[in-house]
């Protein structure tokens, strides 16, 4: 059997390389929201982020690099205790050019020491697609403050 992280080529993104893995879930852009939602939801880390263009909108936060990017999603999971991706739906898919918008809801568990509580809201991410490969622009989840 292949290592499913067998790298299969090595593409230019702008001034990086990026290493293109045979798992590499940016062929279906649903999977990639989802996966990328449930990561943040679920207090998972963040490896690799090849799928991120040069500079991403997260929530209120502009134009953010990979490693500013992991900062602010790091700092938000630290605050909890757990937190556990309850529900995700991709309600909405509206494709205009090279942009594909997705607009679903999102629940989340997010527990302290003594008590939980749940956040409801939507949420919006834009991908665009750039040589067959798409790349998340812009990230934003009502009821999640980074």
């Known amino acids: 059997m292949q290592n499913p992280n067998q790298i299969y080529r090595i593409k230019s993104l702008g001034p990086h390389l990026v290493l293109v893995y045979n ?4 062929a279906d852009p649903e999977t990639l929201a989802i996966s990328f939602l ?7 880390h ?12 997260l929530n209120k936060f502009n134009n953010l690099s990979e490693p500013e990017l992991h900062y602010l ?3 938000y999971q630290k605050r909890y205790d757990s937190l556990s991706s309850i529900f995700i739906s991709v309600d909405e898919k509206k ?5 594909l918008t997705m607009t679903g809801q999102h629940e989340t ?3 302290f ?10 949420w919006q991410m834009e991908l665009y697609s750039h040589e ?7 990230v934003d989840m009502e009821g999640v403050d980074f």
């Open 23 to 26: 798992d590499h879930p940016l």
């Open 38 to 44: 449930q990561k943040i939801l679920n207090k998972q």
């Open 132 to 138: 067959g490969e798409w790349l998340v622009v812009s």
């Open 46 to 57: 963040l490896e690799s982020m090849q799928f991120l263009g040069n500079r991403v909108r």
């Open 95 to 99: 494709f205009k050019k090279k942009r």
């Open 113 to 122: 020491e003594h008590h939980c509580e749940i956040i409801r809201g939507s």
């Open 109 to 111: 568990g997010c527990c």
């Open 73 to 75: 999603i790091g700092r």
